[in-house]
Structure formats: structure tokens, C-alpha cells
């Protein structure tokens, strides 16, 4: 082992602090950091300083309290959210440290910190991602998670700058606030990294597949039209063929990303671009069901237009689940008579998730992985942190699928 000064220092303090039992113990034994990772006194942070442009920023590693943890960053995912505040800014956050969609290892703790919101023990070591943040409401637990989706709560990655700084996933390491601060946390230690980076955008439509069988009409025999092949609709796609639904018909304007949702478990595709007018569309997707519409469909795609013509897939009776519309996109232009009553089309609308979905969504993962869809090549572009910029341009471009920021 090479041993410098600093670390025979850093030892000598950690032994005589623990001789004393003092409170300056307590606090070395919490932020004690794993063998052979000593933490450092700085953490490097993505800041969003203005509308297209972060500045790769160093602040202090604040102290660790009795219910902190410090979590060294190992990837992050870039979400369309993510996409819409770098270049509009329309939660009116910056500057803000952004990224919702990270997992890393905990690499200091507070001596509260015993197990994860499931209640699954944790340690030094093990990996961990975050979900809601429950400041109003503190009491929140596993089993109160029908009532409430992420709209009530507060994320990680989209919160107002304050003096703690290390609040978003694009860094090198996060702080993550115990106590009344009302984090939740999965510790996820089974997954490998590219699982756990998608662990939050799979959850969205682990939730919006739940919210479609809320109206009892999609089954495992069911013709399903998912509309939209960017990483949404996709991983919409993986959700469906790991629960059993094999009619699937995907529907894009990009031939590549047809192509990734044949391999995600579509059985047809309809290229929206070889058609003229929505009739001769809804005639495509009638012809690949062998001249049937859609039992179901999910509209991923949060364009208004894709909205209204979503109702012309589905059959009388059938069912619609809207989950493409995360932020404001525009109004949609429907007749309620021809695309709902008449048809007596059932909707429901889904946005964001549950804690109980994270908690599915983990057994989805390996599901997908154990039936050999290709989840892994959904991230299409992995950044270093210090190119982040070039990372939401591409996702901005629509160059690849899934975009992520990965430290070395």
C-alpha cells in the first residue's frame, strides 16, 4: 500500500478522535470514507449559469450530519427536463444545479443512516439513487405511495441554489440531506451502472403502464400502438413486452429508432413519414394489425399534433394512456364527439411516478435484461462531466437515444 503523509495524518486523526470519544469523533467516524477512497474537500458541480451554457463549478464538501450522506457520482442520464430548463429555463431555476437521473456510491455517512425508504439496509459501498423529496410532507412512506406521484415533491437535480451547492446529479459527487429534508433513496447495488442510470426514466412508464391498466382494457392479448421512439416510448415498448404484450406497433418518424423498438419487442412499425394526412396514417397502423385498430395506445411523444391523432389508432372502446407531455407543449385540437364519445374512447394521463413504481421499476430492469432486451443500448452517447454542454446540445440535436454524463 503507498502511504503518503496525508493519508498517515488522516489516520492519526480518525484513531485519536475515536480515542477521545469526542464530538469531533462522531463526526470522523460519519464522513469516514471507504478503504482506500479518502473523500476530497471539494466537489466539482455542472451549474446552469445561464439559458445554453453550464459552468463546471468547485465548492466545498460540506460536513456530513447524522442523517447526510455524501455519494461519489458515477452517471446521470440527461432528461428532456433537463433539455427544456438548459435552453428556455422555464422552471425559472438558474442558476441551478441540474441532473435528476444519477446513481452513485456512498462514500460517507451520517450514524442515522441505517437503511434505505424500502427499508433495505445500506452501508459504505453500496449504490444508491434518489427520488422524491418530501419537505411538506415528512411523513410519507412505502406504503402511502398510490396517493401521491412526484408532482407533490421536490427531485434532486431541479432544486433552487442554495449554500449546500452539491445538489444535482451532474457533479462529481451529491450531497444527499437527511432529517426533515425528506429525501428518499433505493439502494440498487444489484444493478449495473446502465440499469441504474435508467432506473428514473423506466419508472415514468412503469407508472404509466399501471395508470393504463387502471382502465381494464389493456391485456396480454391486447393490439397496442405506442406512438414516439425517442427513450420514452421505448423504454414504454421494453415495459409492455416484459409484462407480456407482444402486439405492439410503434409509430416514429425516424427509421433508426424504428428499428431499436422492433429490437425493444415492437412487432410492427409505421413510419408516420410515408403516409399523407392523418386517415392514410390510421390506415398504415389498421394495415400492420391485419386491418384491426389499436385496443391501446400510448401517446409518448409530447407534441400536440401527435395528441390529436392519437384517437384515430384506437378502436370503439378502447383506451389511451398521455404521458408525452412532462412540461407545457401547446394545446391539442380534437373533436370530443368523433375521437371521444362516439368511440367512448377510456384516457387516463400519467406523468412522472410513485416511490412504489421505483421499487417495480428495479425487478423490471433485470426482467428486460433476463429476456434479452437491449437496455444497455439505449445510451447511445456517455459524456465526461466537463463536456456537458456538448452533452445537451446532442440531446437537443436528437443525434442519439439516450444521453448520459459518466465520470471516470
Request: aromatic share 8%; charged share 20%.
Amino acid at each position: 500500500m503507498d502511504m503518503n503523509s496525508a493519508n498517515i495524518e488522516e489516520i492519526v486523526r480518525q484513531v485519536l478522535a475515536g480515542m477521545t470519544g469526542s464530538s469531533a469523533g462522531s463526526a470522523a467516524s460519519a464522513a469516514a470514507p471507504a478503504a482506500g477512497k479518502a473523500i476530497p474537500k471539494t466537489a466539482h458541480v455542472a451549474v446552469l449559469t445561464a439559458k445554453n451554457h453550464f459552468d463546471v463549478k468547485e465548492y466545498p464538501i460540506p460536513p456530513i450530519g447524522d442523517d447526510d450522506m455524501l455519494v461519489k457520482v458515477e452517471g446521470c442520464g440527461v432528461c428532456g427536463t433537463d433539455a427544456h430548463e438548459f435552453k428556455n429555463d422555464p422552471f425559472g431555476l438558474i442558476p441551478v444545479a441540474l441532473g435528476h437521473e444519477g446513481t452513485g456510491e456512498i462514500v460517507a455517512m451520517g450514524k442515522n443512516v441505517k437503511t434505505d425508504t424500502a427499508g433495505k439496509p445500506v452501508k459504505i459501498g453500496d449504490k444508491i439513487v434518489t427520488c422524491m423529496i418530501f419537505k411538506d410532507d415528512p411523513e410519507i412512506t412505502m406504503f402511502d405511495l398510490n396517493k401521491k406521484n412526484v408532482g407533490g415533491a421536490d427531485v434532486y437535480g431541479l432544486l433552487p441554489d442554495d449554500d449546500i451547492h452539491l445538489n444535482g446529479w451532474f457533479s462529481d459527487y451529491i450531497f444527499i440531506r437527511g432529517g426533515s429534508f425528506g429525501s428518499t433513496f433505493f439502494n440498487v447495488s444489484d444493478l449495473d451502472l446502465d440499469s441504474r442510470i435508467l432506473i428514473e426514466p423506466a419508472a415514468v412508464l412503469v407508472h404509466a403502464v399501471e395508470r393504463a391498466k387502471t382502465t381494464g382494457i389493456l391485456r396480454f392479448n391486447s393490439r397496442v400502438v405506442v406512438q414516439g421512439c425517442g427513450p420514452i416510448g421505448l423504454l414504454c415498448i421494453g415495459v409492455l413486452r416484459t409484462m407480456g404484450v407482444e402486439n405492439i406497433c410503434a409509430v416514429d418518424g425516424n427509421e433508426a429508432r424504428l428499428e431499436f423498438a422492433k429490437k425493444m419487442g415492437a412487432e410492427v412499425s409505421v413510419n408516420f413519414k410515408n403516409y399523407k394526412g392523418i386517415e392514410a396514417l390510421a390506415g398504415g397502423v389498421k394495415d400492420a394489425f391485419g386491418g384491426h385498430l389499436a385496443d391501446f395506445a400510448f401517446q409518448c411523444t409530447g407534441a400536440p399534433g401527435g395528441h390529436s391523432n392519437i384517437y384515430k389508432f384506437i378502436r370503439n372502446g378502447g383506451g389511451l394512456c398521455e404521458l408525452g407531455f412532462f412540461v407545457n407543449g401547446g394545446d391539442a385540437t380534437i373533436n370530443p364527439h368523433f375521437d371521444i364519445c362516439s368511440k367512448e374512447i377510456t384516457t387516463v394521463g400519467s406523468w412522472v411516478y410513485n416511490l412504489r413504481d421505483y421499487a417495480t421499476t428495479f425487478d423490471f430492469l433485470k426482467r428486460a435484461k433476463a429476456i434479452g432486451l437491449p437496455l444497455s443500448d439505449l445510451i447511445t452517447h456517455r459524456f465526461p462531466l466537463d463536456q456537458i454542454n456538448e452533452a445537451l446540445e446532442t440531446n437537443l440535436s436528437q443525434k442519439g437515444l439516450k444521453i448520459a454524463i459518466v465520470n471516470e
